[in-house]
């Protein structure tokens, strides 16, 4: 009796292991990213867990919205410390290092190029189950879905973003004090850079030390001749040596001779321009619409945002409605390797909420990705209700540098526009390199 005993219980045993080998792990994916397939121990509720994060944090459109979710982070998850790297202004290097290292942190900000390119590596972590099960999804504007979902239909960044646009700043103070137009002809552009430079202005400030801001400069003028603009390269669908993109690097290249940069606009770095234009050394500047808060608080009724210059009056009503920028996967990303995972998904997702929160009650934005139930502490600026009112109208938008898919052409075009920045560079040698990163 004890003997088959004894064989019952081995047998049970080895039903029980062998069910324990072949049972699912879960959170499996046949496309990119890497899902977490290990259950992470139980943890105390008093157990104290630090997540290092990787995040942009060095304006007020960075900082505000990072202290805010911090501060609610304590109350949600009180156990929980976040351990700020802040992330560098160099179109996404130094994360690529990180990942290449072996050190990624728990959570870090991404772009659509480093999703792409994690997909490959194992870097990324698939968020659909978390997205799901916090009630993300459900709160995502149907807008800015395409911002949510990966080309590949999984989730990798919890996006707090909404589609965003590049916008021209100018300075009416300044346009007034030296009876300038606001141009709406490359014609009038250069007379306005002619005025400003003899009274010792600097027509347009420009972080030209960042690729982003110089190919979205570029992209400006592209699609005043195809408005799908720098989208329609990355896409193969165009080559840079079609006669829109030529005319647009010709375009610059004058500009550039013409003197509408400093002469240091190379190595010039965000502050810097944005102090050129903050401080009235500057009549224009270009950036995202996050910048509109910052260019409000400095200069109150003095500063107004322009439609884009085109090369004749007829191109530019109709490129009212074309605009540069628009939106694609990102935000914050969980890596999968974290001892963490879940719990740092968990709280990507709720740090994207509050970002989102933050940005419409603190900083009077409701260019976001999420309907979150809060007011404006702050009474929209006259340039954001503006912008409101042209959104609707828009026919077309292009993308970001960070939205661009294909990374060599990516590259090329931010090395490109930045040697367009140097007057003597030949445009010749722009269309050959841009064309040859497509092929």
Sequence with gaps: MKKRLVILLTMAIAVSLLAGCTANPGN???????PVTEKEPEKKADEQITLRIYAQYFDDDTKVPYDYAVEALKTAYPNVTLELEPQAQDDGQKLMTLAATGNLPDIYQVALAQIENFKKSGNIMVLNDV???????????ESA???LYNEDGNIYAFPYAGNEYVVWYYNKALFDKYKVNVPTTFDELMTAIEVFKANDIVPMALFGAEGWITVAFYDCL???????GIAKLDNGKGKASDEAYVNA?????ELVKAGLFSDSVNVTNYDQASELFLSEKAAMFLNGQWYIPDATKALGDKVDWMYYPSYDKAS??????VWSGGGAAAGYAVNPDSKHAELA??????????????KVKLRGMPFVALNVDVEPEVEYAPMTKKLMDNIPKITSITKFDWHLTNSV?????????????VPDYNVEDFIREVDNSLK
Excluded: P
């Design 249 to 253: 690097a010709r375009m610059m290249n």
């Design 28 to 34: 499996n994916t046949a496309t990119g990213g890497k």
């Design 345 to 358: 998904a968990e709280v990507a997702a709720f740090i994207s909420e509050k970002y989102c929160e933050a």
């Design 131 to 141: 997205a799901k099960r916090t009630g993300f999804v459900d709160k995502v504007f």
């Design 316 to 321: 530019y009503e109709a490129g009212k409605t």
């Design 222 to 228: 592209a699609t005043r001749w195809d408005q799908e």
């Design 145 to 147: 879905k395409n911002i």
């Design 409 to 421: 052409f990516k590259t090329t075009i931010e090395d490109q526009t930045k040697f367009l920045l």
